[in-house]
Structures are given as C-alpha cells and as structure tokens.
C-alpha cells in the first residue's frame, strides 16, 4: 500500500507560497506558507506540515488504540485524540520538529481505567505514525470518560 501528496513551492522562503493536494482529494491545491508554518500561532492561515503531522499521528494513534480496546472485548464507544506537534529553532539557525504530545479522552463501556491505559501506551508505542516518529520524543496522557 502506498499514499501520496504533493506539493509546489513557488518563490523564496519567506515570501513564497505552496500548495498540497492529498491523494484522496481531501486537500486539493490547499495553500501553505512561511507565515502560516512559523508565525502564525492562530493556525488561521493556512496548513502547514507539522499541522498535517499532528492529523496523521492523532488519527493513526486513535485507529490502533480503537483496534486493540475492542480485540480485549472493551471497544470504544469514542476515542477523542489529539496530537501537538513542537517545532524549536535549531542552533545554527532552522526548525526542527521535537515531540509529538497525544492527549486522548475515551468513552469505553466496561473498560477499567488501568487497562485502559495499559492499553493506549501500547497503542501510542506500536502505531505506525508513532514508529515513524522514532527520532522524536511522543508523548501520551489519557483519561476515561465517564
């Protein structure tokens, strides 16, 4: 299986503008620039990598853990995740993306609050985004909802 996106750079760094369209089309010439990757804290003007970063790690921790809840006879009635993705300045000069820091708040009917989070730190270590994001710290706090 493999997945695709592109994306077209037109212009300098700071002045320059880009595009990414996703395979599936839920992207389709979406704007991205300086601004919106570095300067703009709001995330109002546009998308930009790590954003697209944080999607794909939330969205892939999410499916596993949903997968393994209901493999121990304990699915999930809602599992809300979301991942922040850190960018620093790098020292001599550039970014680089640091930690990926989950939070996730389920709804599992039957579930016991330890083997919950038993099971999402399984989770958060073995799916793909995660594996992938080996060089960086991931981070994982959690909580059953009533």
Known sequence: ?????????????????????????????????????????????????EELLAAAHAGCFAMQLSHMLAENGTPADKLEAEAVVTVEPKDGGGFRIVSSALTLVGKVPGAREADFLETATKAKESCPVSVALGAIKVSLEARLEA
Do not use: C, V
């Not at 990414?20 to 109002?44: C, M, N, P, V, W």
């Open 1 to 49: 299986m493999k997945r695709h996106a592109t994306a077209i750079w037109k212009g300098a760094l700071n002045d320059g503008t880009g595009t990414i369209d996703t395979q599936s089309g839920a992207l389709k010439a979406h704007g991205y620039s300086f601004k919106s990757r570095f300067e703009d804290e709001s995330g109002k003007s546009g998308t930009n990598p």
